[in-house]
């Protein structure tokens, strides 16, 4: 469904990491609104979306309307968001790797924590 649009409207004031905005970009939907604090990992508002941080809505509308008035700029970005979802960084396995990392420091600390007592 969020392929079959021009534009993906994200307003989430704060995400852990802004997937949606990133599922939008790997279907070539320029992704307007704010970075949620999580996007800015890779969105780059004028290189493949278009952003600002949360409040900041007369920016926002402004970057709204040039994208609405000019299609070069949103075809530009499509391409270049696309590229960006199709980083190695965003596949599955990163993720998983990732995690697994994540969560065997976090079973290593709570085990320390356990035999130490603090």
């Known amino acids: 469904i969020i392929g079959q649009h021009q534009f993906f409207l994200s307003l989430s004031p704060a995400e852990g990491f802004g997937l ?7 279907m ?18 004028g290189e493949n979306c ?6 900041e809505i007369e920016r926002l509308a402004a970057l709204i309307g040039s994208a609405m008035n000019d ?23 990163s993720f998983r790797d990732a995690w697994t990392r994540e969560m ?10 356990r035999i130490t007592g603090k």
């Open 20 to 26: 949606m905005p990133l599922e939008a970009m790997a």
């Open 28 to 45: 070539g939907t320029v992704v307007v609104g704010f970075d949620g604090f999580g996007g800015r990992d890779f969105m780059r508002s």
């Open 50 to 55: 278009l952003v600002v941080p949360y409040c």
């Open 71 to 93: 299609m070069t700029v949103g075809q530009r970005l499509s391409d270049a968001s696309r590229i960006t979802a199709q980083k190695p960084e965003f596949h599955y396995l």
């Open 104 to 113: 065997k420091l976090f079973m290593s600390a709570a085990k320390s924590q």
